[in-house]
């Protein structure tokens, strides 16, 4: 057993002084003393937080962020972007996704996420057949996910459509297409190589009501619910008006009403956005216990619309955060856009507290570790017992952390901080960045230039 002494901790009850972290050799946190002497145990450089788990990834989408926002002229939108998306990944081969990965999860845990859920839909080769290893671009995923220390739920994708009503997939989706025996195939395949990795957990998306018909969808639940009782289930949904639209043509039901009418969704769900739910959605989603998968950056850059988050929180939503296509790597710029967002609607400020006295930067944080956690299905997001060692350590000598504690500081790494307040993030016990930097950086640094070299030219 290792032990940690920090001067002030996030604890899930709150602010703590004096903290004694006891870690197993196991990664998981074997006892928290609070007001408790440091004696031999390692000092911190300063006040410490729960890592934040980060819900929702297509980690090859790292590589092409800056390269769909010139206007042709025509009215650029979702649909627009999603072609943009499917020329780009056509090129991609596993070991351009391991480096693009690799380097994408290095910047994560730098900036203070310390698990990633990878909703991973890129299964197969330029020409849409298997790899002779059909687990290929999964394998790529997970090895990148060691190499940087990050913990990883990866979450296998469904897709079969290109429409409500089993339109057949057009060629730039041939490589993401499986039927539902294959998926559930890689799963069990991808469980039995693993094994028990304590950093590592295997679910099942769906990759959306547009692109995995209903029937579909029940056998998939049903193949992983024989494999594992608790394994997540991720789905994309209610993200572009569109879709709301096709779908009540198709069931004559908005989307999040459809799922929660035909889909088993508990504790175990994650629906990805949810962004256009009237009330009673919003309500019934709640009530369902799923977890809210808010992806604030990627949903302003691609035009989404606003989740509605008060009323969610209202009816007690659980939500957590995802960077998705990563135009941003960053967790306190998804807290402050889902904050900004409602602040300019609303014209009011400290909305993500729910109207509860408190600061704003805690409710957020709190939030979005809590909701992670179940949507990850790990046991990450808590500084407690029985909890990985997941945590990072705030650079308090910086100017803008300087003289703050507890939630002054917490709201002012948010609201007025940047990733470069970030001193030191362990993961599951381990030290993955020290002082702000990584062991191999160096090495995933050049393996990622290498990568770009390779696909921005053909
Ligand atoms: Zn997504």
């Keep these: 057993v290792t032990a940690l002494f920090a001067e002030s901790a996030l604890l899930p009850e709150g602010w703590a002084r004096d903290v004694r972290v006891s870690i197993g050799p196991d990664g998981d ?3 928290i003393d609070t007001g408790a002497e440091p004696g031999e145990a390692e000092r ?13 990834s297509h980690a090859f989408q790292r590589a092409m962020a800056g390269l769909t926002e010139c206007s042709s002229g025509t009215g650029e939108d979702f649909w627009s972007w999603r072609q943009a998306m499917y020329r780009f990944l056509a090129v991609l081969q596993p070991e351009h996704i391991r480096a693009i990965a690799a380097q994408l999860y290095l910047e994560m845990v730098k900036a203070g996420y310390t698990a990633v859920g990878e909703f991973h839909y890129l299964h197969h080769d330029r020409d849409g057949a298997p790899y002779a290893d059909r687990a290929s671009t999964s394998l790529a995923l997970i090895e990148a996910a060691q190499e940087v220390g990050i913990g990883l739920t990866l979450l296998p994708t469904l897709y079969q459509a290109n429409g409500f009503d089993g339109v057949p997939p057009e060629a730039g989706q041939r490589r993401f297409i499986d039927t539902v025996d294959g998926i559930l195939r890689l799963i069990e395949q991808l469980r039995q190589r693993t094994g028990a990795d304590p950093q590592l957990r295997i679910g099942l998306a769906l990759h959306s009501l ?6 579909a969808l029940a056998e998939a639940v049903a193949g992983l619910r024989t494999m594992d009782a608790s394994a997540p289930i991720h789905i994309h949904v209610a993200e572009q008006l569109r879709e709301v639209e096709e779908c009540v043509a198709w069931s004559g039901q908005r989307p999040v009403a459809w799922l929660l009418d035909h889909a088993p969704v508990d504790e175990t769900w994650c629906l990805v956005h949810a ?3 009237d009330e009673s959605e919003t309500t019934r989603l709640a009530a369902a216990r799923a977890v809210a998968g808010l992806c604030p950056t990627t949903e302003a850059n691609l035009g989404d619309g606003f989740f509605p988050l008060l009323q969610f929180l209202a009816a007690g939503g659980r939500w957590g955060i995802g960077s998705d296509s990563h135009v941003s790597v960053n967790p306190i710029e998804e807290l402050r856009w889902l904050e900004y967002g409602r602040r300019l609607r609303l014209r009011r400020r400290a909305v993500s507290t729910g109207g509860r006295p408190g600061s704003t930067g805690c409710a957020l944080w709190h939030g979005a570790v809590e909701g992670g956690r179940q949507a990850l299905a790990r046991p990450v997001g808590r500084l407690a017992t029985g909890s990985r060692a997941d945590l990072v350590v705030l650079n308090t000598e910086a100017p803008t952390l300087y003289g703050k504690v507890e939630d002054a500081l917490l709201d002012s790494f948010i609201f007025a901080g940047s990733p470069a307040l970030v001193r030191d993030v362990m993961i599951g016990g381990r030290w993955v960045v020290r002082q702000g930097r990584h062991a191999a950086q160096e090495r995933i640094d050049a393996a990622f230039r290498g990568t770009l070299d390779q696909i921005l030219r053909t």
């Design 210 to 215: 547009r692109a995995v018909p209903a029937d």
């Design 275 to 277: 962004t256009h739910m």
């Design 44 to 56: 911190l450089a300063g006040p410490i937080l729960p890592g934040m788990p980060n819900l929702h």
């Design 29 to 31: 946190i074997a006892g």
